[in-house]
């Protein structure tokens, strides 16, 4: 623990020295109403939009053959991302290219949307220790709200409607009555497929069902520049974060339905930072998830990785053989931030996601599991010494799949 | 693994392929709501494509090493095909009979064709499929969301429909594709073993209605019950593609006997035999030669000696014997867990086994509940 202790002020002070690091995203003070924003508001031409990548998440394999198959050679997406709030609401636009608009049809079992979804870190108090980037980690709670397209889809359960799920063929209702109960059933319909998910980690997603959650999402395609724009607005303030900060940690996630996206197969960001206008601080975040800060020497690092035998457990690049044991690193460098991959070298067991998959994998045990505590494992890396580690992060950064 | 698993045997050589089973399924629970595609109980014809079409090549199980293995969601058009009708109403019209899609694959559509020459060595036989309630379930390792659930009283396997996204990986991880995705609701959802059926002590519709009597129903470690006397004591009756991994609970009796072949001249080839043991290896694995061997020897005792406890199982006399339910074993299990036993609509699985309304995160195997969301 000290050894991770003694790395973060060091991050600190280096942070620190940096105070010309700038926003990846700066989220532009209006005055108007944002309850509710949709892509084509005028406040977005107040708004300043900037580029972000997402990376196709390649960390864990799906166990879909034809979809990984569509998805082999998966390059990063270039969005462009735009941030405006008003002290009570805070909202975003997400614009991302996409050559097919694909919507998930209630017919058909192998139709997927294309969708959008934005995560929010619960504490970003550290920002050296920000929630894992995919759907958090324990006691690391994230936010997450999805926006899908998808058709109007039926869904009976949880609301005490059994009734509602015979065939009406089957009732013995006729005239009035049929026509009541028709109607009572399309009422139970789902006309928008907007989701919110409190999640520390795979599998651990739940969704928010007791309307604690007050976002809005919207989702339009734009057939002048095929593309998807896609809008959020929420509170600044709920019971699960509180975004009235200098700057916070915001993590966007796209699906392209043509692939077969659903779920792991996405691309995805790293945790960027988000500068309020106007709101003091902020500086040693937006310092934290500065890419082009990372000093280190990434030949060495690369020369370090191959040393210290990390192939033996993680793919690294993609060249590499895939390998059951550890997450896969090809794509580490865009979507981990710098702090995380130090932590996980010198902290191996203070972000362990739980499964993916145990039962799928049951040779590979990389973790143990007592008292519900995770422990990785992976050796601990915290005797190498300062500069390796950093170079070793230097070289991790450069892994990712750039934009074609 | 469950404390307990419920096990089903369905005696291969009884089998008439009537499809009373299908539609005893069908009609109680997937004639409706996006359902109207599935069957969580079909009967198809061995050899064929099956339903959906090849799903023997569409990978999902386990390899030796343990690991789960890659699969195929199937098509609706293609694989399951889209359930049609005919333009009854136009005919008096004038119309010509036509379906309303045009059908390209549906369940049996290769029925009773098998395999083979005629009349010289064609050959087939039925094959009831529902989901296997596996040990090691294919589709319960593959979700991502730990929305499928093996419940520790019986070992049957559920799909918590609050906690599904509708990502279907499960279909692809499930070798013998017994789950379905429902795309109307946009979640899977697969054939329960008629749970609400069994704690009220009566055995799953399909069993019950079967016009062959050719499906035991019972719990594996009760020794008095004849599913544990086929399984255990007898090993006569084999899991599906055992290789597949998942440890399947749906146990088949091969079939043993079938006719012989004719020669050219359409004469009996004597001592000869239709049905190519090597079929049933690739069906049932390598074990299926000793319980072979088993039914000829106890069929022998029998016409020898008049007595086989084996013959008289498969005889299926009484269902008081074929199903043992134990029914006060489920009161026991629901007044433990504090809930209403035998109650009339059960909603405990509607609403969601890991979710109240109020989001918990419970979801931890270790213990460690991070609730505190109000
Ligand atoms: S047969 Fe398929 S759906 Fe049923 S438990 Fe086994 S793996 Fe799951
Ligand atoms: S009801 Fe029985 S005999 Fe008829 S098809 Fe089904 S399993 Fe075979």
């Given amino acids: 623990m000290k050894k991770i202790a003694t790395s973060m002020i060091a991050a600190g002070i280096a942070a620190s020295s940096l105070m010309a690091a700038e926003a990846a995203i700066t989220a532009v003070k209006v005055s108007g109403d944002l309850n509710n924003v949709s892509y084509s508001d005028a406040v977005w031409s107040k708004a300043k939009f900037s580029e972000v990548s997402l990376y196709p998440q390649t960390t864990i394999k799906m166990n879909d053959a034809k979809a990984n198959e569509l998805n082999a050679a998966n390059t990063a997406v270039k969005a462009q991302i735009a941030a405006v709030y008003n002290g009570e609401n805070i909202a975003f636009m997400v614009k991302?290219?996409?050559?097919?608009?694909?919507?998930?049809?209630?017919?058909k079992t192998t139709s997927y949307g294309d969708g959008f979804a934005v995560q929010f870190a619960e504490d970003a108090s550290n920002p050296e220790a920000l929630p894992y980037i995919g759907m958090g980690s324990a006691d690391r709670e994230v936010v997450i709200h999805l926006q899908k397209a998808v058709r109007p889809s039926y869904e009976p359960n949880g609301?005490?409607?059994?009734a509602m799920q015979v065939n009406r063929n089957q009732t013995d209702l006729f005239g009035a009555d049929l026509a009541k109960f028709d109607k009572d059933v399309a009422a139970l319909g789902n006309f928008d497929y907007e989701r919110s998910f409190v999640s520390q980690g795979f599998r651990s997603m739940t969704e928010i069902k007791d309307?604690?959650?007050?976002s809005s999402a919207r989702l339009g395609y734009n057939t002048n520049n095929d593309g998807w724009e896609g809008t959020l607005t929420r509170p600044m303030k709920d019971d699960y974060v509180d975004l009235n900060q200098g700057a916070i940690p915001v993590a966007f996630a796209v699906w392209d339905g043509a692939k077969m996206g659903r779920d792991g197969l996405k691309n995805l960001s790293q945790w960027v930072s988000v500068k309020l206008e106007g709101n003091e601080g902020g500086d040693a975040l937006i310092a934290a998830l500065d890419a082009s800060a990372v000093n280190g020497d990434v030949a060495a690092g690369k020369q370090a990785v191959a040393?210290?035998?990390?192939?033996?457990?993680?793919?690294?690049e993609a060249t590499d053989a895939a390998n059951l044991m550890a997450p896969s690193l090809t794509n580490v460098g865009g979507y981990a931030t710098?702090?995380?991959?130090?932590?996980?070298?010198?902290?191996?067991?203070?972000?362990?996601v739980p499964g993916y998959n145990r039962n799928a994998h049951s040779n590979y045990m990389w973790y143990m599991e007592e008292n519900g505590k995770r422990t990785s494992t992976m050796t601990d890396y915290s005797f190498l010494d300062a500069a390796t580690i950093d170079n070793i992060v230097a070289y991790l950064k450069t892994l990712k799949a750039e934009a074609k | 693994m469950s404390k307990r698993q419920l096990a089903m045997v369905m005696d291969l050589n009884k089998c008439i392929g009537c499809q009373t089973c299908t539609v005893a399924c069908k009609t109680q629970w997937t004639n409706r709501n996006g359902r109207e595609y599935m069957y969580w109980n079909n009967v198809e014809t061995y050899p064929g494509a099956g339903y959906p079409k090849n799903w023997m090549e569409l990978g999902g199980g386990f390899d030796a090493a343990g690991d789960l293995q890659p699969g195929v969601i199937p098509n609706l058009e293609a694989d399951y095909g889209v359930p049609w009708d005919y333009n009854y109403d136009e005919l008096q019209n004038g119309a010509s009979f036509e379906p309303n899609v045009e059908p390209t694959w549906g369940p049996n559509w290769d029925e009773d064709q098998g395999a083979g020459a005629f009349p010289q060595d064609n050959y087939f036989f039925y094959l009831p499929r529902i989901?296997?309630?596996?040990?090691?379930?294919?589709c319960l390792s593959a979700c991502p969301r730990d929305a499928i659930f093996k419940r520790e009283q019986d070992g049957v396997v559920l799909v918590d429909l609050?906690?599904?996204?509708?990502?279907?990986?499960?279909?692809a991880g499930c070798p013998y594709k017994k789950i379905y995705f429902n795309p109307k609701i946009s979640k899977s959802e697969k054939c329960i073993l008629c749970f609400p059926r069994v704690e009220q002590g009566l055995p799953p519709a399909c069993a019950q209605q079967c016009v062959g009597r050719i499906r035991f129903v019972g719990f594996l470690d009760d020794e008095e019950g004849q599913v544990s006397k086929l399984v255990n004591k007898y090993k006569v009756a084999l899991g599906l593609r055992p290789e597949y991994g998942t440890q399947p609970n749906v146990y088949y009796v091969p079939p043993t006997e079938s006719p012989a072949k004719f020669d050219a001249e359409g004469k009996i080839i004597e001592g000869s035999t239709r049905l190519p043991v090597e079929e049933l290896e690739k069906l049932f694995g390598p074990d299926v030669h000793q319980a072979i061997a088993t039914l000829k020897a106890e069929m022998k005792k029998r016409k020898e000696t008049g007595e086989s406890e084996l013959m008289d199982i498969l005889i299926a006399y009484q269902h008081s014997d074929m199903f043992r339910l134990d029914n006060n074993y489920y009161q026991e299990v629901a007044k433990a867990a504090g809930q209403t036993p035998l109650a009339p609509v059960d909603n405990r699985y509607v609403a969601g086994k890991h979710t109240s309304t109020k989001h918990v995160m419970n979801f931890t195997h270790g213990g460690h509940a991070a609730g505190g969301h109000h």
């Fill in chain 1, 307 to 316: 040393d210290n035998g990390c192939v033996g457990c993680h793919q690294v």
């Fill in chain 1, 96 to 107: 991302w290219p996409d050559a097919s608009m694909n919507i998930q049809r209630g017919c």
């Fill in chain 1, 211 to 214: 309307g604690s959650n007050k």
């Fill in chain 2, 162 to 171: 609050d906690r599904c996204q509708g990502y279907r990986y499960c279909i």
């Fill in chain 2, 131 to 138: 989901c296997n309630h596996c040990t090691n379930p294919g």
């Fill in chain 1, 338 to 352: 710098a702090g995380y991959l130090k932590e996980s070298l010198v902290a191996p067991s203070a972000v362990v």
């Fill in chain 1, 159 to 162: 609301k005490g409607d059994v």
